[in-house]
């Protein structure tokens, strides 16, 4: 039984799970849904991007890649200056956009 156990943990350890990677913006200047849909616009053109969300009470803008896809950090800060925002801080998170937007909600 021991070996057993010990198998299943060497495979469980070979396959760990797959969280999404997502990139986590603090964005100043967005005032408006038409600020949002414009960044949503923009970024979701991108061919990494899966999903898009945008809090503008909490000044984020969250950008999941498209599985086995990298997003690039520095394109999508570029996006977000040129449609005329501030990028303050840009994070990779292991979290999916669902599990950011969930997590931004908890805490209003």
Known sequence: MKQIIAILALAAAAFPSVA???????????????????????????SATKAIFVDLKKKTVAVEAKDGMTLDEKAIAAEIVEAGYDVVKLETVQMSVAEIKAELKARK
């Open 20 to 46: 999404a990677t997502s990139l986590k913006a603090t964005v100043n200047g967005m005032v408006c849904a038409f600020c949002a849909q414009g960044i949503e616009k923009r970024i979701s053109k991108m």
